[in-house]
């Protein structure tokens, strides 16, 4: 296992884990806990009409994202999966950018949106990087 290895778990880990907890905040299980100023409101973004796409809020999508882009690499060694991987990276840093423009629609950024961001982003860039 190399280096970028490493660094992709590590990143699929931290955007379970920060999905899992956007997500308990959303059910209500779990208080958020967010810096609120001018710019930085978490609780306006989460309640926001951008924060559910097709009735499923961002956060389960968040957890699915990641439960499956950690299914991909487990499996990685497959030339298949290794193209659906491709395409799933693809489809994070969509994402992404949903995520990101629906903050600048609402007016206010969520720093747990951000770090998820970042990560779908990142994840891209490592592993299309790879491929390319």
């Not at 931290?14 to 978490?42: E, F, K, T, W």
């Amino acid at each position: 296992m190399d280096l970028r290895d490493k660094a992709l778990i590590a990143l699929l880990i931290i955007g379970l884990a920060d999905s899992v907890y956007l997500a308990s905040v959303y059910a209500g299980a779990a208080p958020l806990y967010c810096s609120v100023s001018n710019i930085i409101n978490c609780q306006k973004v989460e309640s926001s009409s951008y924060s559910v796409v097709l009735g499923i809020p961002l956060a389960y999508g968040g957890i699915a994202w990641f439960t499956i882009a950690i299914t991909l690499f487990l499996f990685r060694k497959n030339g298949m999966v290794r193209k659906l991987a491709s395409i799933w990276y693809v489809l994070g840093i969509g994402a992404a950018a949903y995520s990101l423009l629906s903050m600048y629609n609402v007016g206010a950024i969520c720093e747990y949106c951000l770090v998820s961001d970042a990560i779908f982003v990142a994840i891209g860039v490592l592993e299309l990087g790879r491929r390319g």
